[in-house]
């Protein structure tokens, strides 16, 4: 069975950092590109970043450069979104997804070319 799952959400304070993980199970997530997307409540899903197969290109919302970096753990199966210097309008849940498409700094990052979604984990930046 093909299956993403999210872990390492939580609170945390504005300012603070949070390491997301999205692991891969039935799929080889260091062939697929991965893709971040958040939905805060009341609101659609947005993009947040992606990153690409071997060459390792990424794009990431003009919201989070600077404070959000990828890097992916192939022995693990895992892509990791670290997230540095929060705030708490990034409150949201946090999805991973597989996408069908290429990943680079000037290719818009659209939820409908990501086809494996996992369950997400919840971010709360709060004080």
């Known amino acids: 069975q093909l299956q993403l799952v999210e872990s390492g959400g939580g609170l945390v304070q504005p300012g603070g950092s949070l390491r997301l993980s999205c692991t891969g199970s039935g799929v080889l997530l260091d062939r697929h590109v991965v893709g971040w997307f958040r939905q805060a409540p009341g609101k659609e899903r947005e993009a947040v970043s992606c990153l690409g197969t071997s060459g390792g290109r990424t794009n990431f919302a003009d919201s989070v450069k600077g404070r959000f970096t990828l890097s992916r753990d192939n022995a693990k199966n895992t892509v990791y979104l670290q997230m540095d210097m929060l705030k708490p309008d990034k409150t949201a849940v946090y999805y991973c997804?597989?996408?069908?498409?290429?990943?680079?700094?000037?290719?818009?990052?659209?939820?409908?070319?990501?086809?494996?979604w996992g369950q997400g984990t919840q971010v709360t930046v709060s004080s």
């Open positions: 997804a597989r996408g069908s498409t290429f990943c680079g700094a000037s290719v818009p990052i659209r939820p409908s070319r990501y086809d494996l």
